[in-house]
């Protein structure tokens, strides 16, 4: 079964009302596996709500890490498709385009592999 959690805006709202009213400093979050199946289906979406929310600074940006040999336009480009496909399987509205736009804008890729040149204790 194919599901991504994200919330509704009156939720999104709701947060962060309740939430208080500072953003976080500015950070980097990198993401090892940024490929990979708990990268598609809930850091992603729990990031996409915290811009929602207006959680996240300007200085906010995401370095995904991956031993596929992609882009960064083609890793934003899979994971708006996979939220694409979540939302329409769900019966959920659509995509908040505004809010997925700051968040792809701050994205990069980047291709590592940690079991190359590994030495033999790894």
Known sequence: MNTVTTIAPEAAAAAATAL???RAPPAT????????DLTKRLVVPAL???VRA???PDG??????DRN??????WCQNLTEMMQAFTRSGGREAID???WSWLTRRMHYMQ???????PARC
Do not use: K, S
């Open 20 to 22: 208080p009213r500072h």
């Open 29 to 36: 979050l990198a993401i090892f596996g940024a490929g990979g």
């Open 48 to 50: 996409y709500n915290l």
């Open 54 to 56: 207006g959680m996240l």
């Open 60 to 65: 906010f940006a995401i370095i995904g890490v």
């Open 69 to 74: 040999d992609q882009t960064t336009e083609g």
């Open 97 to 99: 385009q505004q809010a």
């Open 112 to 118: 590592g592999d940690f079991t190359r040149n590994c």
